[in-house]
């Protein structure tokens, strides 16, 4: 694995291993032993023995594809460091296509943090983080399916592979290292989500359309409105109620075609 030169140069570090149990714990761990610094730092592994997804499901990591994690230090003011779902997820799907320009139009982005390919997930997102005295240490893992995915999801799933693309964990991992620095700058630690969420919005699918919302307790049918200056959904039920999400998985139903955080309900290295 290797940096891009000019993300390199702007200080971030890569520290890049065969095998870990996640490299979500693994850069948090780090954060602690080292009270947040450095930062930002990469870390990435050939395989993970104990991936982690949402809601604490296990993300299949064998040899092949992408597992990294971006950690940050004081990314955002707390309440803005659940955006970086969108800021990832543009990241990632830059990403893609700077190693397969063919993947254009293929490609769309699901709430809060899917990367899909034909209607399955190629890739996932999971944001943690941890509180320190220094400051608060933001990990931001991202898992994607370069030549393998799991065969038994509650939503399909794919990989480059299976759809004619051959891209490198390595090649795809130094694209995205630019990429997600780009997205970054543009974010400007929350004060670029407008322009953020303009940009995911354009790449989306399900907004416009009828939605299926799974919540821990309930699961929502309804028309998906918009996605609030907060990045949270506006859905509206056929009650007429405007139900807003801030987190949950969605299964879109009709139309919507392109156009939780930390301990208390994170956005999520993770699959659905």
């Not at 594809?65 to 830059?94: E, G, Q, R």
Request: charged share 20%; glycine share 12%; proline share 7%.
């Amino acid at each position: 694995m290797r940096l891009d030169p000019v993300t390199a140069a702007a200080g971030y570090r890569l520290l890049a291993h065969e095998t870990l149990a996640s490299t979500n714990a693994q850069a948090l761990t780090f954060a602690l032993a080292q009270r947040g610094a450095p930062s930002p730092l990469w870390i990435t592994a050939r395989e993970q023995t104990a991936g982690r997804g949402r809601r604490g499901g296990k993300w299949m990591s064998p040899p092949g594809n992408l597992y990294a994690t971006l950690l940050l230090k004081d990314p955002a003011p707390p309440k803005d460091a659940p955006k970086l779902s969108f800021v990832t997820a543009l990241a990632v799907h830059d990403a893609i296509l700077g190693c397969a320009p063919v993947m254009r139009g293929k490609l769309a982005l699901k709430w809060p943090n899917d990367v899909l390919c034909g209607g399955a997930k190629l890739a996932g997102i999971l944001i943690e983080g941890h509180r320190l005295d220094a400051g608060l240490a933001v990990a931001i893992g991202i898992g994607v399916n370069c030549k393998h995915h799991p065969a038994q999801t509650s939503y399909p799933a794919t990989d480059l592979a299976e759809v004619g693309v051959d891209v490198s964990p390595d090649d795809l991992f130094f694209a995205l290292s630019g990429s997600m620095m780009r997205r970054l700058e543009q974010w400007r630690g929350g004060d670029g989500f407008l322009a953020i969420r303009s940009d995911w919005l354009d790449r989306a699918i399900g907004v416009g359309g009828e939605m299926r919302v799974r919540l821990p307790d309930r699961e929502l049918f309804g028309r998906c409105e918009a996605l609030d200056e907060y990045g949270q959904l506006l859905l509206r039920l056929a009650d007429g109620r405007l139900e807003t999400i801030a987190a949950g998985a969605i299964f879109p139903v009709t139309g919507g075609g392109p156009r939780r955080f930390f301990e208390d309900g994170s956005y999520p290295d993770g699959a659905e």
